[in-house]
């Protein structure tokens, strides 16, 4: 029972998967090796819920509590799995095999992993090449399905923030001018794109900067953590510190007000600071991966 104990409080206070990270897209990380990190999510959030949280010897200590509040946060758990995922598979396969093997779900068998690469119209030497790819593949898939059907009673409903067509890569910590560094996701969209509230939140605070423009701060109602919209082309008169939204309720439209060039939304991503605490700002990539993508 010790030892259990032990593991889990590592596990909770280990950073979640994808926190804090800079580049997903210069790593060729084994399948193998993100199956294992998806499975020790797993095995945490399967513990958490069956151990009698009250008779931990644990003074002070609310397992179950944060237990809870990695919970809420496995969007960005499970995005970071995707997302290095699919930078391994463009890595190690041509290009053609990789838009085979992304059709591949977690209710394939063996069988049915052969069949349809022969079936595929893939070349013979790609076909046995990517076998033992998909195989894992498929595998990384079930896990992350088990770990979705875990969370989803304690995750509040999230939406991608542009409701629209957008692309985005991870620039985080990217170099700006000035001395600056990137610390949020570049939102590519079409000038005018709606942008809607990733979660149930109240807004506060709504004004104009030199650099973001016309910016909005939405603090999310099941962590505390402060979404950051910037580059606004336009918000409705009604939103002003206070207002209540719901996931998926408009907030603006996408543009290129304050230092920007092109339209987009830069979404910056503070979690659990209840406040605007720039000094918390965290890599939002693996989160909108999951929800966008």
């Known amino acids: 029972m010790r030892s259990l104990l032990v593991a889990l409080v590592v596990l909770l206070f280990a950073a979640p998967a994808g926190a804090g990270e800079t580049s997903g897209a210069d790593e060729v990380i084994p399948l193998t090796e993100l199956i294992a990190d998806a499975e020790t999510e797993i095995a945490l959030y399967?513990?958490?819920?069956?151990?009698?949280?009250?008779?931990l010897p644990l003074p002070g200590f609310d397992l179950a509590a944060r237990a809870d509040v990695r919970m809420l946060r496995a969007d960005a758990t499970v995005g970071s799995l995707r997302s290095r995922a699919h930078d391994t598979l463009h890595a190690v396969l041509p290009g053609d095999v990789?838009?085979?093997?992304l059709d591949f779900d977690g209710s394939f068998d063996g069988a049915a992993i052969s069949a349809a690469l022969d079936a595929s119209g893939v070349p013979s030497a790609s076909v046995w090449a990517a076998e033992d790819i998909v195989t894992e593949w498929v595998a990384l898939q079930r896990a992350i399905e088990r770990l979705r059907e875990i969370t989803a009673p304690?995750?509040?409903?999230?939406v991608c923030p542009v409701d629209g067509l957008t692309h985005f890569r991870n620039e985080w910590e990217y170099p700006r001018p000035w001395g600056r560094i990137h610390k949020g996701v570049d939102m590519h969209a079409a000038l005018g794109t709606p942008l809607v509230a990733v979660e149930d939140g109240v807004v506060i605070q709504a004004n104009w900067h030199y650099l973001g423009g016309r910016q909005v701060y939405l603090k999310a109602d099941s962590t505390g953590d402060v979404y950051y919209y910037?580059?606004?082309?336009f918000?409705?008169?009604?939103l002003w510190t206070g207002?209540?939204?719901e996931a998926g309720d408009f907030l603006g439209l996408a543009g290129y007000s304050g230092n920007a060039v092109t339209s987009h939304l830069h979404l910056g991503w503070m979690p659990g600071s209840e406040?605007?605490?720039?000094?918390n700002l965290q890599n939002a990539y693996f989160l909108m991966y999951e929800l966008c993508l």
């Open 230 to 233: 910037a580059h606004l082309e």
């Open 235 to 238: 918000w409705p008169r009604w």
């Open 275 to 279: 406040v605007v605490e720039l000094e």
């Open 46 to 55: 399967e513990a958490a819920t069956q151990v009698a949280f009250s008779r």
């Open 98 to 101: 990789v838009h085979v093997v």
């Open 154 to 158: 304690n995750s509040p409903e999230r």
């Open 243 to 245: 207002t209540r939204l």
